[in-house]
């Protein structure tokens, strides 16, 4: 037995025994699901109601220059209709939405499924009334608040393709996404409470859209009644519309592979990348794990505490847990206000019974004491999942221990916007867990670890290198919207046949695969992709600043925080309020997600002759592991290595 092994944590007899899989028939379904995709898939589309029933299943290829990926590619469906009308025979009264309030004085509200379609539907007739078609792109940038939901599922009613920006995204970020996908219309609030804060949407909306078309119209809801200023001709009053509007909206039979929505997310270079994710494949897969990686039954109270604007809250606050049938919780606030213990006492009064979040937002509620848990009850916890970025033992356990009270299985699921669902993940009444490993494949998926040089497949048990996948999923992005080339040259062209994930991955003994971090200039600070482009590109288009190169650097609570090398330009002398102005300056072109946690000036960036900057040895310094910073033959002046180390966050 490997070490790895005597750390596992097995699934109680009880949960297994009541589980959708247990152990056999995830061996069973698994190989079948990768023998014959086909034939598994084709029986597992039928988890959706199909207008049109598919006889293509899986039309994909992955060969370099011709990248096409294509499931079920000729049923027609409709994903409100999926979400919403067909559970209304049997669910008309369910709960299909619990929205808990910023304000924990605040009521709740519980929306039936009856609710949900009659505010669907006038949602949906409120956007044909504004000229939205099948096929235009509608931009929402709204807080976590019900009409979120509606919004999306307004769009998916009538064919429109939605695109969601974070509410903390600053003007720039959110019009240079409305440009980039030719929005026709945003969709804002007045302002979003958070944390007793509260920022102005419509403000920043207004500022963005100053940099847009002015034929983009805005649709605002009025949420906190907060003053906002109102441009005649161009604003709209949705919740006023809604009320004049017919709670009648057939929905618009969609093919397949039509888009259901474009989702930005940042990469190794330029700017983000519009990933695109189908209607029938993306929501076939959000249903399936959903269902199974939590282990939802009829009745259950799911809870995931990410916000919509990340791909997170697309699949398991609204697709997934809507096309089960599902009551899903979404929470406004943030895990530390009133105080940090928020997330308890919302599991306590809706009786949550799975309830998935993020590392980072464990890692700071831990360090707060056990009492802001122990207070509540959590007895109605069965499950508990994490994603977005690798969890530490510790935390781990924690989870484990002192929220779980040994009782719940951990699912640690990997997996990316541009997977629309779990790809590694355990299936809580089948696999054993180990503290910080993803586990085994979600059903039809086949990882790989490669070489990183020579992008050999490495086919030992126990190996490392760099994850990707072989062949497809249902749920696999389709493109970058407008542009086709940069989704085949991101994602296949660097291991020829594969879908490349940009993170490194180590198998153990057992076949268990841990994620190990991004291996490109991608960080994650508490969750968020961040591409260090972006952060470098916003920082030199200060007046002040010449060059900037930013790498990522360990943070106990974030995972990663962001360190920024910065070279001023002749004239300008550092100085501790020019640090704070650009923070804040970073934070106004990019969000406050993107502030960096440390600021070097940089007098010079090592480079190489050919003028490349040696990131390598940027990242070494911003870890204070300057021992083995490896070649630096290559290095035009060597001495601006010694310059920085000495001058680091660590030396100060
Ligand atoms: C869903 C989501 C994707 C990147 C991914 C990886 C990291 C996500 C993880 C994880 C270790 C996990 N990541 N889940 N790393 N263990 N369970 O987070 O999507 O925002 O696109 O980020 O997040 O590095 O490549 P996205």
């Avoid at 490997?2 to 698994?30: C, G, K, V, W």
């Avoid at 039509?258 to 983000?272: C, M, V």
């Avoid at 062209?493 to 993170?503: C, E, R, W």
Wanted: include cysteine; glycine fraction near 8%; charged fraction near 20%.
């Amino acid at each position: 037995m490997s070490n790895d092994t005597i750390q596992m944590t097995r699934p109680s007899e009880d949960f297994s025994a009541n589980a959708h899989i247990d152990r056999t028939r995830y061996e069973e379904l698994y190989a079948r699901s990768v023998e014959d995709p086909v034939g598994f898939w084709a029986e597992q589309g039928k988890v959706l109601d199909w207008i049109e029933p598919y006889t293509q299943v899986k039309k994909t290829c992955f060969d370099f220059g011709r990248v096409d990926i294509k499931w079920y590619a000729d049923g027609v469906l409709n994903v409100a209709a999926n979400c919403i009308d067909r559970h209304l025979a049997r669910r008309s009264l369910q709960t299909a939405i619990i929205f808990e309030p910023d304000d924990p004085d605040a009521p709740a509200q519980h929306i039936t499924y009856k609710e949900l379609s009659d505010k669907v539907n006038r949602f949906a007739n409120v956007l044909l009334s504004q000229g939205i078609m099948r096929g235009d792109r509608v931009v929402i940038y709204l807080p976590m608040i019900p009409e979120a939901a509606y919004a999306m599922l307004a769009c998916a009613r009538i064919g429109a393709i939605h695109s969601i920006v974070f509410a903390g995204f600053s003007p720039d970020a959110l019009a240079n996404r409305i440009n980039d996908c030719g929005a026709k219309l945003v969709i804002t609030a007045d302002t979003a409470p958070r944390g007793g804060k509260r920022t102005p949407l419509k403000a920043n909306t207004d500022a963005a859209l100053l940099h847009c078309s002015d034929k983009v119209r805005c649709l605002v809801v009025k949420h906190t009644g907060d003053q906002i200023s109102w441009v005649q001709g161009r604003d709209v009053d949705v919740k006023y519309l809604m009320e004049h509007a017919s709670p009648d909206c057939p929905p618009r039979p969609m093919n397949a592979e039509d888009p259901l929505f474009i989702l930005y997310t940042s990469g190794s270079t330029g700017r983000p990348k519009g990933v695109v994710h189908s209607s029938g494949g993306y929501l076939a897969y959000a249903a399936l794990t959903h269902k199974y990686v939590f282990d939802y039954h009829d009745g259950d109270i799911f809870w995931c505490t990410a916000d919509v604007g990340w791909v997170t809250g697309h699949s398991y606050i609204v697709y997934g847990p809507l096309a089960n049938g599902a009551t899903t919780v979404m929470f406004e606030g943030v895990p530390t206000y009133p105080d940090a213990g928020r997330f308890w006492a919302v599991v306590e009064k809706h009786r949550v019974n799975q309830f998935y979040t993020a590392p980072t937002a464990l890692r700071s509620l831990m360090g707060q004491g056990n009492d802001w848990v122990e207070t509540y009850d959590l007895s109605s916890l069965k499950l508990l999942g994490t994603v977005g970025e690798p969890i530490n033992p510790e935390a781990w356990n924690w989870y484990n221990e002192v929220v779980g009270k040994g009782n719940c299985p951990i699912v640690d699921t990997w997996w990316q916007t541009e997977t629309g669902g779990h790809l590694l993940t355990p299936l809580p009444g089948a696999i054993p867990t180990k503290p910080g490993s993803a586990t085994l494949p979600f059903f039809g998926v086949q990882p790989v670890i490669l070489d990183p040089a020579t992008g050999e497949e490495l086919t030992e048990t126990e190996t490392e290198g760099v994850l990707a996948i072989r062949d497809s999923w249902p749920g696999q992005m389709r493109t970058v919207w407008g542009d086709h080339e940069r989704f085949q040259e991101t994602y296949f062209q660097q291991y020829k046949g594969y879908y490349f994930s940009g993170d490194g991955c180590r198998r153990d003994a057992d076949g268990y695969y841990w994620i190990t971090g991004r291996v490109d200039d991608v960080i994650n600070v508490s969750g968020h992709r961040m591409g260090t482009a972006e952060v470098e590109s916003a920082l030199v288009a200060h007046a002040k600043v010449a060059e900037a190169a930013v790498v990522g650097m360990p943070h106990d609570i974030k995972g990663q925080g962001i360190y920024a090398y910065v070279t001023l330009m002749n004239d300008v002398e550092p100085s501790d309020a020019l640090r704070a102005e650009l923070e804040k300056w970073v934070r106004t072109e990019i969000g406050p997600i993107a502030k960096p946690d440390f600021i070097q000036w940089a007098p010079g960036l090592p480079k190489t002759r050919s003028g490349k900057i040696m990131r390598r040895i940027l990242r070494k310094i911003a870890e204070n592991d300057t021992t083995s910073l490896g070649d630096t033959s290559t290095l035009a002046d060597p001495a601006v290595v010694d310059e920085l180390i000495a001058n680091s966050m660590y030396r100060k």
